[in-house]
């Protein structure tokens, strides 16, 4: 059986996800895994619906398992979210092959432009010109790029995102095939999350739309008074030694707490030409969950199973036979056994259990099991 993985947010599962689907059916992938993120997504958001909802989405809707990317690694920039999700395919011992979608379509033409900036040339002119210019870094870079070779340099997010699939790939799973293919105009995710805040499903595979109508649903607007206080009762040399933080956004955030009478003041105030508002609200949710800088792809030893399909037992037996890190079913045991990501991915289930409508007892989702098709 040859599977694929798709490594993804599903916040929520929209249409453009059964193409994603459809895509890796199509290039001869018997089965197809889901690699999702958890309580927190990639801009620093929570997630609209919890993971088990969504994974439970995903079942319904074709996917075969559903296993999650933790913390660590879906709550971050393009680099460590792709790296994370290219390791932990790599470590289930049943991938095969790793499915994304691109604006550019084209694989070859993103695998160009990796080895372009992995080489000395590159680097060495870019080098100098740090020396000698005053643009902003990724701007300096694409000048540096296109100053060197023209042609194609990803702006375009998921095409910035599909080039780090390939240089961790290169790193960590050399034998998973990668594969792109173009995608279509018409599915937002933006656009099916403000849709379905209303309760509204037209955005949505109507099968999982009873999935979606059980679930409450998460915002971190929700958890504003908890967070300002942290921020408020935090000091910038404390501050600055958690993910996505420096000396200056520490005491700017510590600075702007203070002041601000909701979190979307709070994120307005602290923002800059120099932080994207992702930035803030990723550096936001890892120094609440206590998330310190350094964590590394090597540190994800284990990972939680959300969801199993129908193929999804024969999946998990080929990991268990082959794989080289741990998938738990149950998280206490995988927050006793799982090492630091583990922990993390822990702390950040306790947070999200804060920001519901309603809010949850401490340790709800450590009562959770996979959804079973």
């Known amino acids: 059986m040859k599977t694929a993985a798709i490594i993804c947010e599903l916040n929520p599962l929209h249409k453009g996800h059964i193409t994603a689907l459809e895509r890796a059916r199509g290039y001869g992938f018997d089965s197809v895994v889901a690699l999702m993120s958890g309580p927190f997504v990639q801009r620093g958001d929570a997630a609209l619906y919890d993971k088990y909802t969504r994974a439970a989405a995903a079942v319904t809707s074709g996917f075969d398992l559903v296993i999650e990317l933790p913390f660590p690694f879906a709550c971050a920039p393009a680099d460590r979210f792709a790296s994370g999700g290219v390791y932990l395919a790599s470590r289930l011992g049943a991938i095969d092959g790793l499915v994304f979608g691109s604006e550019c379509g084209d694989a070859g033409v993103l695998e160009t432009y990796v ?44 095409d910035i995102l599909g080039a780090e699939y390939l240089r ?62 942290f921020f408020r009762e935090s000091g910038p040399r404390e501050l600055s030694s958690f993910e996505e933080m420096n000396s200056d956004l520490a005491a700017r955030l510590v600075r702007r707490a203070k002041d601000a009478r909701s979190l979307a003041e709070f994120f307005s105030l602290a923002s800059s030409g120099s932080y994207t508002n992702a930035r803030i609200r990723r550096a936001v949710v890892s120094a609440v969950c206590g998330m310190k800088k350094g964590i590394r792809p090597e540190d994800l030893t284990s990972s939680l199973v959300l969801a199993v399909g129908k193929k999804g037992r024969e999946i998990l037996r080929t990991c268990k036979q082959n794989g080289s890190i741990s998938l738990y079913t149950k998280p206490s045991d995988m927050i006793k056994n799982g090492g630091e990501a583990a922990k993390l991915s822990s702390r950040a289930d306790a947070l999200y259990a804060l920001l519901g409508d309603g809010i949850l007892p401490d340790g709800e989702f450590l009562k959770k099991t996979p959804f079973v098709l």
Do not use: C, H, W
């Open 115 to 158: 080895k372009r900036v992995e080489s000395r040339e590159f680097k060495d002119e870019y080098k100098k010109a740090r020396e000698s210019e005053t643009l902003p870094p990724a701007k300096l870079r694409q000048t540096v790029y296109e100053r060197l070779f023209g042609g194609f340099y990803p702006t375009k997010a998921n």
């Open 168 to 229: 961790a790939a290169k790193k960590y799973a050399p034998s998973i095939e990668i594969l792109t293919y173009k995608r279509e105009k018409g599915f937002s995710a933006t656009d099916a999350r403000a849709e379905l805040k209303e309760n509204v499903f037209s955005s949505v595979p109507e099968k999982v739309i009873p999935v979606f109508e059980k679930s409450g649903k998460y915002s971190l607007e929700n958890g504003e008074r908890a967070i300002l206080r």
